[in-house]
């Protein structure tokens, strides 16, 4: 099949949203079309499309499996989270910077048509308006992983901007998925809650249990890149910074939804080192740029992504496959 992105390369394949990026575009273009690339081996359950052992910190070799394979897209995914980030920052400040940089370089070097490259909620800092929070506004983080992300927004938007290469991003909140877990994020027990609730009927949460931040369920998330990639180049105001979100909850909320379907749910709140993280966050987003300029729209809220997620992972903990 002929993929009109032509090949696609993956960073960070194995991820959270890498890995569910991974099986969506195989299902959109055939696996011949598009390249998993990770430190990390692929799942059992991965389309068997080809794989490359890739650090993104290696220039060389992120060109090379570009000329390669022919790719002429970028999903770049590969990242450390915020909170293992603070764990150790040096990594962080590697990975996520020389990941970007070499990434953009070899967009540019080769002429690649397109790349995606996602920031976060972390960009913002505790000096930020914290209740629907606008996509253009003071951006101090106080993270490792945040100020990253601020940097390679604006290395981003320098690369569309002096050299032309068409580059992409949202700015994520916290994803929830059943697919691979996430890896070392804040917003990390926004998913565990799930398996935990699921398997043991109650979980002990690292954040308070008022923490409201912003949130989004991975078909949304999917949905969110593949409509900005798709826009048209010339209705973009903003290129890397997009602010996009579906809901905003605290833990307190999402254990009383959760009771809806398991109603002896219990929850106790033991906050560590990540409440710090979460305090200097926005709590909601306004996504009105992303709305505007590629029609933004998500489809899930607490209550319909809780459904489904408290289904799904039912189902497999039945079938002996839960995976938690
Ligand atoms: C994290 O918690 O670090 C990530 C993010 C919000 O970018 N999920």
Same mark, same amino acid.
């Given at each position: 099949?002929?993929?009109?992105?032509?090949?696609?390369?993956?960073?960070?394949?194995?991820?959270?949203?890498?890995?569910?990026?991974?099986?969506?575009?195989?299902?959109?273009?055939?696996?011949?079309?598009?390249?998993?690339?990770?430190?990390?081996?692929?799942?059992a359950n991965a389309p068997a499309c080809p794989f490359e052992s890739l650090d993104v910190t290696q220039a060389e070799r992120i060109e090379e499996t570009i000329k390669k394979h022919r790719v002429e897209t970028v999903y770049?995914?590969?990242?450390?989270?915020?909170?293992?980030?603070?764990?150790?920052?040096?990594?962080?400040?590697?990975?996520?910077?020389?990941?970007?940089?070499?990434?953009?370089?070899?967009?540019?070097?080769?002429?690649?048509?397109?790349?995606?490259?996602?920031?976060?909620?972390?960009?913002?800092?505790?000096?930020?308006?914290?209740? %629907?929070?606008?996509? @253009? #506004?003071? +951006?101090?983080?106080?993270? *490792?992983?945040?100020?990253? !992300?601020?940097?390679?927004? $604006?290395?981003?938007?320098?690369?569309?901007?002096?050299?032309?290469?068409?580059?992409?991003?949202?700015?994520?909140?916290?994803?929830?998925?059943?697919?691979?877990?996430?890896?070392?994020?804040?917003?990390?027990?926004?998913?565990?809650?799930?398996?935990?609730?699921?398997?043991?009927?109650?979980?002990?949460? %690292?954040?308070?249990? @008022? #923490?409201? +931040?912003?949130?989004?369920? *991975?078909?949304?998330?999917? !949905?969110?890149?593949?409509? $900005?990639?798709?826009?048209?180049?010339?209705?973009?105001?903003?290129?890397?910074?997009?602010?996009?979100?579906?809901?905003?909850?605290?833990?307190?909320?999402?254990?009383?939804?959760?009771?809806?379907?398991?109603?002896?749910?219990?929850?106790?709140?033991?906050?560590?080192?990540?409440?710090?993280?979460?305090?200097?966050?926005?709590?909601?987003?306004?996504?009105?740029?992303?709305?505007?300029?590629?029609?933004? !729209?998500?489809?899930?809220? $607490?209550?319909?992504?809780?459904?489904?997620?408290?289904?799904?992972?039912?189902?497999?903990?039945?079938?002996?496959?839960?995976?938690?």
């Open positions: 099949m002929i993929c009109k992105e032509g090949r696609i390369l993956i960073t960070g394949a194995s991820g959270q949203i890498g890995s569910e990026l991974l099986h969506a575009l195989c299902r959109k273009h055939g696996p011949d079309n598009v390249i998993a690339a990770d430190i990390q081996p692929l799942a770049h995914l590969a990242a450390i989270l915020s909170a293992n980030g603070e764990k150790n920052p040096q990594l962080a400040w590697s990975v996520n910077m020389d990941g970007t940089y070499n990434v953009l370089e070899a967009a540019r070097k080769l002429g690649l048509s397109r790349v995606f490259i996602p920031s976060s909620i972390a960009a913002f800092g505790p000096e930020t308006p914290r209740v %629907f929070t606008p996509q @253009d #506004t003071i +951006l101090k983080p106080k993270t *490792m992983y945040g100020l990253t !992300k601020v940097a390679g927004e $604006l290395l981003a938007d320098y690369y569309v901007n002096r050299f032309g290469v068409d580059v992409r991003g949202c700015r994520f909140p916290g994803i929830i998925s059943h697919g691979a877990l996430p890896g070392g994020g804040t917003t990390d027990y926004a998913v565990a809650i799930y398996y935990e609730a699921v398997k043991y009927g109650r979980y002990s949460c %690292f954040l308070g249990p @008022d #923490t409201r +931040l912003p949130m989004m369920y *991975m078909p949304d998330c999917l !949905k969110s890149i593949f409509d $900005l990639m798709s826009a048209d180049f010339k209705n973009l105001r903003h290129h890397c910074d997009f602010n996009v979100t579906a809901m905003s909850f605290t833990p307190a909320e999402q254990a009383a939804e959760i009771r809806r379907h398991i109603s002896d749910f219990e929850i106790v709140y033991r906050p560590d080192f990540r409440q710090a993280i979460a305090d200097s966050w926005p709590q909601s987003l306004d996504d009105s740029p992303a709305r505007a300029e590629w029609n933004w !729209k998500p489809d899930y809220d $607490l209550a319909a992504m809780t459904a489904d997620m408290i289904g799904v992972l039912t189902k497999r903990l039945a079938e002996g496959r839960l995976g938690y």
